[in-house]
């Protein structure tokens, strides 16, 4: 066992870890990655040495993430991975709320250390068997739907953090992306409005409103993957534009006369057909 190989006991096909592709994938890793004897670790730009003892290994989020869900490659151009980074650690949270594991983070790295690591992967027999039944009796897929439910309140929570003025504007703009820095873009343009011309709150956000409702009408806000995400058009200013700067003629659309028109005028005079 000890020149590259662990023990993965039965009981597992039974366990809520087995039913979820991505937590069984995760707990295997981590069984594989723990150290089978007491040993050091030593980053590769660190002069630091981490004292391991059996069953543990050093991880980060980033690094968990990486090692369990690479990118996917697909003819030759990488997808992303079907999990976050945010996910994969809350996946290694619930196992240490079981108490398959124990976590000891620092700044820059943590220590997980596999529990009962030694009994598992050395002892066999009744001594396994009594610890699956208290270990398994104690942890079930319950546990994993909690984690679940507590991530989409959070998610909700974020949410009700947007204020509803914001939220008004924010469904008159023509794009819908990166939510979070568009809100702080927006009250940072409300605040530099309101200094810059004394203007009451309500004047600001009514004049906000009228701007990204007239940009979104335009043909300037309605160029698919060239319109400007919210962010950058409220910490440039883009509602201060004279609104007819807005109805640009998009280049992508012309006519064939005007195309035909224009080769004619770039082509020498000998190359012409008359």
């Not at 998009?250 to 006519?255: C, E, G, H």
Request: contains cysteine; aromatic residues 10%; proline residues 7%.
């Amino acid at each position: 066992m000890h020149n590259g190989y662990i023990k993965l006991h039965r009981p597992l096909l039974k366990h809520w870890v087995f039913e979820d592709p991505a937590v069984f994938k995760v707990w295997t890793y981590c069984l594989l990655r723990a150290a089978w004897q007491d040993s050091e670790f030593k980053f590769s730009k660190s002069s630091e040495v981490i004292r391991l003892k059996r069953g543990e290994f050093v991880t980060g989020r980033a690094a968990l993430h990486k090692a369990c869900f690479p990118p996917i490659k697909r003819q030759g151009k990488s997808a992303a991975p079907p999990h976050t980074s945010m996910t994969t650690w809350r996946i290694l949270k619930s196992l240490e709320k079981c108490e398959m594991l124990s976590m000891t983070s620092f700044n820059q790295y943590t220590i997980v250390s596999i529990c009962n690591y030694d009994t598992y992967q050395d002892v066999p027999g009744e001594v396994v068997q009594e610890v699956e039944q208290r270990m398994f009796s104690g942890c079930s897929a319950d546990v994993h739907k909690e984690e679940k439910k507590e991530t989409k309140k959070v998610k909700k929570q974020r949410d009700d953090d947007y204020s509803p003025e914001f939220l008004s504007w924010y469904a008159k703009y023509p794009k819908r992306a990166a939510k979070r820095p568009a809100f702080t873009a927006w009250k940072n343009a409300v605040e530099r409005i309101e200094k810059a011309t004394n203007k009451s709150r309500l004047d600001v956000l009514a004049f906000l409103e009228r701007q990204a409702q007239a940009y979104a009408h335009s043909p300037a806000g309605n160029r698919g993957q060239f319109t400007p995400a919210p962010a950058p058009w409220l910490n440039q200013d883009r509602f201060d534009d004279d609104p007819s700067a807005w109805q640009v003629h998009d280049d992508t659309a012309k006519p064939e006369q005007e195309v035909d028109l224009l080769i004619h005028k770039i082509q020498p005079k000998s190359e012409r057909t008359p």
